[in-house]
């Protein structure tokens, strides 16, 4: 019998990468050398250059840049590069008996000789042309190297010419010369291990990196023989891996990467940091390689979750003399002249509308400075906007805008701004409209205009804030002004003239009690009571969910019919006050107030069920994320549809519909953040961002990792426009800090196709604007990212669990970085994978999961883990079954309750008692396997948990809780739990890290203890695997362990519903080399294991006669295999997933020859 | 939450505070010498990179229980010098690691170095002798057969152990070569390094001839803790109270950055002459 693997994908860490020229990258993950267009990031071409072994390093022939030297491991291959074709120059890999650190091509005429530097701190002259070893020299000192650098500082390269800087494990660099292997220089001074060294032939610098987290520069002289210490950089929190140094304008710079994923940049001549690149992934585990452009100042680094990042540098690299003129070449800025009427008249606030400024003065003047002609007008003054105002602006079309502002005395102008062209300087429309008749004296420039403004509260409260909501069409404007009880009032905005009043809302007691943020969300819901499922009987429900000053959270359900059509003018007052349905207090910092809110849906239909994210800028530096269930919604109706007798009774119970789901951090730097602006954004004011020609997937728009495009935020005294696919800033203004009134708007540069930001702010009294030159690239999404492998975000940290669901084409993966992320195969015409949906919400690693069908579209799926976290989501396939349509957060259960969720906590408890109670004692138990098992109509789950018990739960659809039924106890942690159906009889299976197997009937779960089949494993079974045999009674149970050794058995279920095992147990031991981390049956007689010896191997079995012989063995790219699994195709293929560090896909098929 | 967190988690690490053991590697020695008998009819023990000391803490209240005239030598791998008077060693034992950078590649190359160049000191300090042993901890990974091979060359017997104190996920295993039998030719040579072997061919890359030793699980299944469970913080009935660890780590290379990044340093510009770091700076 024989077999074949085709190996079909492979991710893993970017242990490698350089600049083949400014438009090309090579990059080395695994054993795969591949050609990377550096625009697009996509990969041109690639290669299996060092099977069996990781790529460390690639060093390109300096004189012919299409030979390329990789190296990695002990072995090395020569490729070279045409037409962007890579091929081998020589036959075989050169395997040496050393690990190799560096490779040098050296210049003898015919390109033949390399000097290859190894870990024991010895050199070899590599001849390539007779593939022989020409001369070995050795160091006078013997010692282990992490790292070395081989360099020559003299014109002609001969072998004698060549120096090594060796970086020792005793932390000093050694510089030696290849001549005789003497020592000519000891470098002492770091504390640590050395990690890499860097070698400048300009400076003659060298550059050492350390377990110490700094990086020194020496000087060094090799006339004299004499080094020094030049500088000392500390500015990583953890080990600093790699270092590079460049040139620009004769100033040296140096760029250094580290453990903690941050990217520092240094001016070595100033011997200053200039920059620190921060948190430029959040999840990842480490950053492994780095290379510079210096034609471009652009450098790469290569990720431990197989991601390329590019940074642009320029930014940064701005020599002093620029500095003192201005920050940037394509940035200016301008002190904005405007003559005030009275000398002691001063700017309070400002908007940017359609390039023009408008600016309110404290003696109540709105003034208007159209930028294209510099003209100032005066709007209108008023007495009443004096001394303080609020503005607010909306754009009810791109060319009209309708500007809200709030005064002192509670009055609230509201103008109409209309332009008759966006980029001419034509005369606007200026339209003040009147609600309550209160008319005052309008400005003469206005005179031939509608000369009608409007007032709409009775002047008593000042106007604290004022916001503008929309929704779909609708404009809303939240007025606050109480802050003795807290009224809010809504109003509609009605054919641009006219605010109808629709909602009066509560704001809860707080300092500052007003909103600074808020958003509606809608939702579709069958009138309840109704039967019919006519659209027309839909209800539109609009909730609308507002932040506080003090950084509280309030839900509110507005009793609001959504209908432009009817014109009904009912009598407002009679509207009642609502209160919050939910609020959860102290989400932010310090009581930081919430700057924005959005609300994100993530379906893609308007159906009745809709699926939320909302997410809150925040002024301590977070955004958070919060998910709003419509799940929640129908459930709450039901609930108030029962009665209204015992609404006390069922109000604490009210079910949480808003859950955080995570806080995230732009940038470890950011104080605060104000706005963002996603892809796609649906705001006129940013239609002008939208690529028209850029199709984005139904996914693409909404993922929200993905579709959050640009920040708007402050540091330090510092205002920034951050981008989240370049991860940097696009600008920067030393304003003075967020406590300003600011505005920004993006303008259409009239000569060519870039942008033009503008951001003008309040400072001394007075306007100043910054305006800079923005390219297209700059704010487009690079086109095929999403779809790259390369760039798509996928697990930062080791992944744990895999499996297929329901067929071959999606594959569910879980990690240590609490992320589950569910990836589509496509291998129709060439194999791809787009990870589409990430489930977020464990607060630990993720150990398992498991699926259970509800009907033919839709499964649940149970995943579980780490603090005890249990998470239940729905699946929810198309109508032909093929794709995933969306996938929905049902229930969660979780040692830690979310923050500050205080009433939210006596609900839950009084929920699920019992979980708590089992748990208290002893709350960080892991969950370390589950599976589902049907009984009656409801699912059941059962536990394996790191505490050794057996937890067993009835999952009620219906109330969606959680029942625990049963638990069991023993001595020993259980690892792995499956269910085995013989004969419509379901049993339980559990199995721990004593290698026992413990066996229940699951129909008597009750009081059952169960029988056990003791030490198939010597030690912990890290995974099992079942099959039924033919005859159906009997079934063949395969376990694997740390033990290195596959035990089969095979067991009968007695009449009497006792286990019994048939054969004795087999034992296959030293399968592998090391801990085996999968099993998996393709046959009865035929199964895989996998192994921490990443060895894939099939094996054909002969349990009669207790034999077994491989079939065919893989060699695994990904170390640390956690989990296999396995799913049959068409015509005798079998496909293979298995994930550790990193993940790869395989299928095997049988060959019978 | 809190201080009691680690013992929540890690039940051999709060075993081993309890206990007095400078670190919870003691119980993996413990467990070893349950299966293996490591110290019957020993004399001279060298404990090989010996730093924090559980081992030799095992090694001298085993060895010292009934007799005095017992020898330990530890000392950590680079200083290592040949062992005075011409008496050799009866046990060598190696706990030690190198701080593993994430990479697996290469941390287990270097864990195999360190085991190669603890077994040269061992060819220079072990009794030729069926019953001398060599203990030392492996990372089982993609090359520890060429490891296995190579051991077996210097030894009659040798054993993969996990003692269940070491965790069930964990890379982490003992190498137990009993029977110390050097091939005839060979001189103990401390100029080089020993070097592990090469793949003799493709085909022990992704064939069934590579070297596998047998696995045994080390410490009593029923009496010792299972490093995997999560126990509650009262064991046996007993109340638990809050044991502080016998060691902290002594100046860890990071010292100088840990304390630059307190004081907001980092970034900053190293000055020697104002900095009150200058107690740590650079020895020349």
Request: aromatic fraction near 10%.
């Amino acid at each position: 019998m024989e077999g074949e693997f085709l190996p079909l994908f492979y991710k893993g860490p970017i242990t490698s990468c350089e600049y083949l020229d400014s438009e090309k990258i090579l990059i080395g993950y695994g054993p795969y050398l591949s050609l990377i267009d550096e625009s697009s990031s996509e990969e041109i071409s690639k290669f299996i250059a060092l099977k069996y072994r990781v790529i460390h390093k690639i060093v390109i022939n300096p004189t012919l840049r299409n030979q390329i030297c990789i190296f990695g491991q002990k072995a090395f291959n020569l490729v070279s590069l045409d037409n962007n074709i890579f091929s081998n120059i020589i036959d075989q890999y050169v395997e040496l008996d050393d690990w190799i650190l560096d490779m040098y091509w050296m210049e003898d005429g015919k390109n033949s000789l390399v000097a290859i530097l190894l870990a024991h701190n010895k050199c070899i002259i590599y001849n390539l042309q007779t593939n022989t070893i020409k001369k070995i020299i050795e160091c006078s000192q013997k010692c282990m190297l992490y790292t070395a650098k081989i360099f020559n500082n003299k014109a002609f390269e001969e072998e004698e010419n060549l120096l090594i800087a060796s970086g020792t494990i005793f932390n000093e660099v050694l510089i030696w010369s290849l001549k005789n292997g003497t020592i000519l220089l000891n470098l002492k001074g770091h504390q640590g291990v050395i990690f890499n060294i860097e070698y400048s032939h300009q400076t003659n610098n060298i550059y050492s990196t350390s377990d110490d987290r700094s990086i020194n520069v020496w000087k060094i002289n090799l006339n004299d023989q004499s080094g020094q210490l030049y500088t000392r950089f500390y500015g990583h929190d953890a080990r600093v891996w790699k270092c590079k140094a460049f040139l620009k304008d004769n100033t040296e710079f140096l760029c250094s990467i580290g453990e903690d994923l941050k990217c520092c940049l240094w001016n070595v001549e100033d011997k200053s940091l200039i920059y620190r690149l921060d948190a430029m992934r959040k999840g990842s585990k480490n950053i492994w390689s780095l290379a510079v452009n210096e034609a471009k100042l652009q450098i790469v680094t290569g990720w431990a979750d197989g991601g390329l990042r590019k940074f642009d540098l320029n930014h940064y690299l701005i020599s002093k003399e620029d500095q003192n003129d201005s920050a940037d070449k394509r940035q200016e800025s301008a002190e904005l002249e405007l003559n005030l009427e009275n000398e002691k008249d001063f700017i309070r606030s400002t908007v940017l509308i359609n390039s023009r400024v408008i600016c309110c003065t404290n003696l109540g003047f709105l003034y208007m400075i159209d930028l294209i002609n510099q003209q100032q007008k005066l709007l209108f003054k008023s007495i009443l906007l004096s001394n303080f105002n609020t503005m607010a602006k909306n754009y009810v079309d791109t060319n009209h805008c309708c500007l809200a502002i709030g005064s002192l005395k509670g009055f609230v102008y509201l103008l109409n701004l209309k332009f008759q062209d966006k980029n001419t300087g034509d005369l606007i429309t200026i339209d003040c409209i009147n609600c309550l008749g209160i008319e005052e004296e309008i400005a003469e420039s206005n005179a031939d205009s509608s000369t009608k403004f409007s007032l709409l509260t009775h002047g008593s409260s000042k106007i604290f804030n004022i916001l503008w909501l929309k929704c779909h069409k609708s404009s809303f404007l939240l007025v606050c002004f109480s802050l003795l009880n807290g009224l809010t009032h809504l109003y509609e905005l009605k054919s641009s003239k006219q605010l109808k009043l629709v909602a009066r809302l509560y704001l809860p007691a707080c300092k500052h009690r007003w909103f600074t943020s808020a958003a509606i969300i809608t939702i579709k819901s069958p009138n309840v009571g109704e039967e019919s499922t006519d659209s027309e009987n839909l209800r539109q429900e609009m909730h609308l969910i507002g932040g506080d000053k003090c950084g509280n959270l309030h839900l509110y359900r507005l009793d609001v019919v959504l209908d432009s059509s009817s014109e009904d003018c009912e009598d407002n007052s009679e509207l009642k006050l609502v209160k919050p349905s939910e609020s959860i207090s102290n989400v932010t910092k310090e009581n930081s107030p919430i700057s924005a809110i959005y609300a994100r849906n993530l379906n893609q239909t308007d159906g009745e069920i809709l699926n939320y994210r909302i997410i809150c800028c925040c002024k301590d530096g977070f955004y958070r994320i919060f998910e709003l269930n419509s799940n929640c919604f129908s459930e709450l109706d039901a609930e108030e549809s029962q009665s209204g007798e015992s609404e006390k009774l069922t109000k604490p119970m009210a079910k949480s519909m808003l859950k955080l789901i995570n806080k995230y951090q732009i940038n470890s730097y950011i104080d605060l953040i104000e706005e963002f602006i996603f892809d796609s954004d649906e705001r006129k004011e940013y239609s002008l961002l939208n690529n028209v020609d850029q199709k984005l997937s139904f996914w693409e728009k909404n993922n929200l990792e993905l579709s959050l495009k640009l920040a708007l935020c402050f540091y330090g005294d510092k205002f920034m426009l951050w981008n989240f696919q370049l991860n940097r800033a696009l600008f920067e203004s030393k304003c003075g800090g967020a406590n300003r009134s600011w505005d920004f708007e993006f303008m259409e540069s009239r000569n060519d196709e870039n942008l033009i930001f503008r951001f003008v702010y309040v400072k001394s009294k007075s306007i100043s604007e910054n305006r800079k030159v923005l390219f297209r690239s700059e704010i487009e999404r690079p086109m095929s990212q999403t779809r790259n492998h390369l760039c798509q975000i996928f697990h930062g940290n080791t992944i744990t669990i895999n499996k297929f669901i329901a067929s071959s084409k999606y594959l569910l993966t879980g990690s240590e970085d609490t992320q589950l992320i569910v990836t589509k195969i496509n291998d129709d015409k060439c194999f791809n994978l787009v990870h589409e949906f990430h489930l977020q919400g464990h607060d630990s690693v993720i150990k398992c999961m498991d699926f259970y069908p509800l009907n033919e579209a839709e499964f649940l799926l149970i995943t579980a883990g780490g603090k005890a976290n249990i998470k239940i989501w729905k699946i929810i396939f198309s109508q032909n079954r093929e794709n995933i349509e969306r996938i929905i957060s049902l229930y969660e259960f979780k040692r830690k309750l979310l923050n500050g969720a205080k009433n939210d906590s006596k609900s839950s408890i009084s929920e699920k008692p019992w979980l708590y109670i089992d748990l208290k004692s002893n709350p960080d138990i892991r969950f370390m396997d589950v599976c589902v098992i049907k009984k009656d109509s409801d699912p059941v789950l059962c536990f394996a948990c790191s505490d050794g018990c057996i937890r067993i739960f009835r999952y009620s659809i219906e109330t969606n809780k959680l029942y625990l039924i049963n638990k069991y106890e023993y001595p020993k942690c259980l690892l792995c739990i499956r269910r085995l159906t013989i004969n419509d009889e379901s049993y339980l299976l559990a199995f721990g890290t004593d290698g026992n197997l413990l066996f229940w009937r699951t129909n008597s779960l009750d009081d059952q203890i169960p029988q056990i089949i003791s030490e198939l494993n010597q030690s912990g079974i890290n995974d099992v695997d079942l099959i039924l045999l033919p005859d159906s009674r009997q079934a063949l149970v395969a376990t694997v362990g740390d033990d290195t050794c596959l035990s089969l058995v095979k067991i009968e279920v007695s009449t009497e519903q006792k286990v019994k095992m048939v054969s004795q147990i087999v034992k296959f031991e030293m399968s592998h080399a090391s801990a085996i981390a999968g099993v998996r049956f393709l046959l009865p007689n035929l199964m895989a294991t996998v192994s921490k010896d990443q060895r894939l191997v099939v094996w054909k079995i002969d349990l009669e006669n207790k034999k077994k012989s491989p079939v065919k063995v893989y060699f695994c790219n990904v170390p640390d295999v956690s989990s296999l699994d396995i799913i049959k195709l068409n015509d005798g293929w079998f496909r293979f997933s298995l994930v550790g560090v990193g993940m790869e896909i395989i299928d095997f098929k049988l060959i019978n020859r | 939450m809190g201080r009691a967190s680690k013992d929540k988690r890690d039940i051999y690490y709060r075993l081993a505070k309890e206990n007095g053991w400078r670190a919870r590697s003691a119980f993996k020695l413990l467990q070893i010498n349950e299966e293996f008998k490591l110290f019957d009819n020993v004399k001279r023990v060298v404990d090989l990179c010996a730093a924090p000391g559980s081992w030799s803490q095992v090694l001298s209240r085993e060895l010292f229980r009934d007799t005095n005239d017992s020898k330990i030598v530890a000392v950590d791998l680079q200083k290592m010098a040949p062992l005075d008077n011409g008496e050799k060693a009866d046990l060598v034992v190696c706990d030690g690691a190198p701080d593993v950078t994430g990479l697996h590649d290469i941390d287990e190359f270097i864990q195999a170095q360190l085991v190669l160049a603890a077994l040269n000191i061992t060819t220079h300090v072990l009794k030729t002798s069926p019953d001398s042993k060599f203990v030392a901890k492996i990372f089982r990974g993609k090359d520890i057969t060429l490891l296995f091979s190579q051991l077996k060359c210097f030894f009659n017997k040798v054993t993969v152990s996990k003692p269940r104190s070491s965790r069930n996920s964990s890379i982490e295993a003992f190498i137990v070569c009993e029977g110390y039998q050097p091939p005839l030719d060979y001189v103990p040579n401390m100029r080089n390094p020993l070097l592990d072997q090469k793949y003799s061919s493709l085909d022990e890359l992704e064939g069934s001839t590579r070297f596998i030793v047998p696995f045994i699980a080390c410490g009593d299944l029923n009496s010792s803790y299972d490093s995997d469970k999560t126990y509650p913080l009262s064991l046996d009935g007993k109340e638990y109270s809050f044991h502080e660890p016998l060691c902290q780590p002594i100046s860890p290379p990071y010292e100088k950055a840990k304390l630059m990044r307190q004081q907001n340093q980092l970034g900053k510009q190293d000055d020697e002459h104002n900095s009150k770091l200058s107690d740590l700076t650079i020895s020349n």
